[in-house]
């Protein structure tokens, strides 16, 4: 492993150097770059899901993980076409953000920079490794890969087409694959010569490993323990579209419902909530004391449990849910904030006062008033492919896209100006 290690940090050197020569890049060169990537996506369909298979055959379909390592015709078409989407969006570098000048006539202006190499650790997604090389690329940062062996033949075939690319450029280094084994990413996190910034995506255990263990500055994506609250004021048919929306959807996605908060005075209105969950999902529903009772008789029995203390604060990623049953908006909040992972809340009420308190109130990176938390998307919010979805404070929060993977620089301009002693 020793060897390997020093082979890894080889490559991060590599990496890093290669950085300097995106920024030199024009929007032109990249815009065209980018689209040759998708073109020889679309042109290597049959080779890519061959390789995706291997992956699939070593997983039980009944792993939630597996519809996230799933390939197919129509999602990498989907893919190529976000990548061209990608080319086209303006780019987020060399913005003016201020300027100024100072009384001794030094001319300060702050521009958006790339960050540099950005490291991405991610798991049984192979699209992942598209989304984030296309808007790496874009923002001019070089990539560092550091997939789970879940997606091992998949990851070696994606970047080993992109690299084709690239190397016709001569910017082959811009984009390292890590070897997919985990002793692997412990030199990714210490390399702070060389990475700029760490982004991991996966589950929560992921994350807290890599937040514990890194030396790089680490941006937290990913973990969504998401609530919706169904409040006394609430809609009944716009509330029902809502939550079997959130839940159904897709749920091995981090914006996909995990917890259903109700008001007391609204338990009646349970059972038409929750209808064709069973029949049609097979959800699988932990429901509180007062919750249970009120779907006992009306929801499929051996999908139906009674709650347990680790009901809730769990994020499911598969067909599976919890309910919560409050006397108020207060106790939905104080609930959302004891058990949050802070991706998406949302409510469902008509009342202007308790649609106020709750969007003030609740701290999550997007918060939702009258629907579904599976907007929390870099697409829908109009910002191309997104690489994660950050739930902290400091430089991102919420979906982040090309300008989120830039920071910024001052540059003064003077003529002979000295700082007095």
Request: hydrophobic content about 40%; charged content about 25%.
């Amino acid at each position: 492993m020793v060897a390997e290690a020093i082979d890894i940090q080889s490559s991060l050197k590599k990496v890093s150097k290669a950085s300097r020569k995106l920024v030199q890049l024009s929007d032109q060169d990249i815009h065209l770059i980018l689209n040759e990537v998708a073109d020889i996506t679309l042109a290597n369909i049959p080779y890519i899901l061959e390789e995706n298979q291997k992956d699939l055959e070593r997983m039980d379909p009944a792993n939630p993980k597996y519809d996230r390592l799933l390939l197919n015709e129509q999602r990498l078409m989907s893919i190529a076409e976000d990548i061209r989407k990608v080319a086209s969006l303006p780019s987020p570098l060399n913005k003016v953000l201020e300027e100024r000048t100072v009384p001794n006539g030094l001319a300060l202006t702050k521009v958006t920079v790339p960050l540099g190499v950005i490291g991405i650790v991610f798991e049984s997604r192979p699209n992942v490794t598209f989304d984030v090389f296309a808007l790496c690329f874009k923002s001019g940062n070089a990539s560092v890969l550091k997939g789970s062996r879940d997606a091992h033949f998949s990851n070696l075939a994606i970047v080993g087409l992109i690299r084709q690319v690239l190397t016709e450029h001569g910017l082959a280094d811009v984009v390292y694959l890590a070897p997919s084994e985990r002793e692997a990413l412990q030199p990714i996190l210490q390399a702070v010569d060389d990475v700029n910034t760490i982004i991991p995506r996966g589950s929560q255990g992921l994350i807290n490993f890599v937040r514990e263990h890194s030396k790089v500055p680490v941006i937290e994506t990913g973990a969504g323990i998401v609530h919706t609250y169904f409040d006394k004021s609430a809609d009944l048919e716009k509330g029902k579209a809502i939550i079997q929306n959130a839940k159904s959807r897709r749920v091995s996605v981090c914006n996909a419902l995990d917890c259903l908060i109700i008001h007391q005075d609204r338990l009646a209105d349970l059972p038409n909530i929750m209808a064709g969950l069973d029949s049609e999902h097979q959800c699988v529903v932990y429901a509180d004391e007062p919750a249970y009772e009120q779907l006992k008789d009306q929801y499929q029995a051996d999908l139906l449990h009674p709650s347990t203390a680790d009901s809730f604060g769990t994020e499911f990623l598969s067909m599976k849910m919890s309910i919560k049953t409050v006397e108020n908006v207060e106790a939905a909040v104080e609930h959302i904030a004891t058990y949050s992972s802070k991706h998406s809340e949302a409510i469902i009420a008509e009342d202007a006062a308790t649609l106020d308190y709750f969007l003030k109130i609740v701290d999550a990176a997007a918060v939702y008033a009258n629907a579904s938390t599976a907007f929390t998307d870099g697409g829908q919010f109009g910002m191309g492919a997104e690489i994660g979805i950050s739930t902290q404070k400091l430089h991102a929060r919420g979906p982040m896209a090309l300008t989120e993977l830039t920071s910024y620089k001052w540059i003064g301009r003077g003529d002979g100006q000295v700082r007095p002693k």
